[in-house]
């Protein structure tokens, strides 16, 4: 793919995004031939597979699929010039003690100028191993930062009950109820109150889900301060400091950086 591109000598950057990018459908100028934008963005959402640290940027790029122009094609090069400079990076897993689920859920609310659609992002780890992320847009319009929140734990909430179930025909029994961490304390406070909050009338459906999972004990709602949210990589551009912490704490890093993850 770095060959195909002519970037496998480029200059590598420390992020795949960078932390002011707020790149819209219309900036920059048509490509006169699309098709190898389309090629490349497809190919890496297949590196997202293995790479956690790159899906929100992936996410970005591959919705200017349609009509791509030079300014996303250079947000694509950059995508391809951290990887270059990580080539040797992968998720590092370890033995944990813990047979347990964790999730970290986090929205962007109304990000996207283009729509104002916000993205949901979540992880579940294993003990202390990632097995699940995501970094997708939502299909409507939230109204609000809690609602944007609110329908990003709904998404982890589903996630991590299929791990469960999957779990249980392997037949590893989980050592203690999932944890989901977010980091809006009104999308917390919602998920444990039995009375509809005005604000969520339009996530109605989502709402009774989680509550229903809370309330059954099936899982674990807690809010975690947003310095620790670790699903911010997968919702946002970052600062390079941020950035590296939150791909240390994904467990995404070189043979000779193990230590740090």
Known sequence: ???????????????????????????????????EYRSLAGALQYVVI?????????????QFMHNPTTVHMGALKRILRYLAGTL???????RSGSLSLVGFSDANW???????????????????NP?????????VVSRSTAEAEYR???AVTSDVMWLLSLLQELHVKSS???????????????????VLHSKFKHVELDLFFVREKVADGSVVVGEVPASDQVADVL??????????RFRNFLRVCSEKEMDAC
């Open 131 to 139: 097995v699940s992320w995501s970094s997708k847009k939502q299909q």
């Open 88 to 94: 040797d990076f992968g998720i590092m897993f370890r």
């Open 152 to 154: 990003s734990l709904a």
């Open 1 to 35: 793919m770095l060959k195909r591109s002519g970037l496998s000598n480029a200059k590598s950057v420390h992020t795949p995004m960078v932390s002011s990018s707020h790149v819209s459908k219309d900036d920059g100028d048509l490509l006169s031939y699309p098709t």
């Open 235 to 244: 919702t946002k551009p970052l600062s390079v400091g941020s950035f590296t």
């Open 176 to 194: 203690a109820p999932p944890n989901i961490w977010c980091d809006s304390s009104s999308a917390v406070a919602v998920a444990a109150n039995p």
């Open 50 to 62: 293995t790479r956690p640290d790159i899906a929100y940027a992936v996410n970005r790029v591959c």
């Open 110 to 128: 109304g990000l996207d100028f283009d729509d104002r659609r916000s993205t949901s992002g979540y992880c579940v780890f294993f003990g202390s």
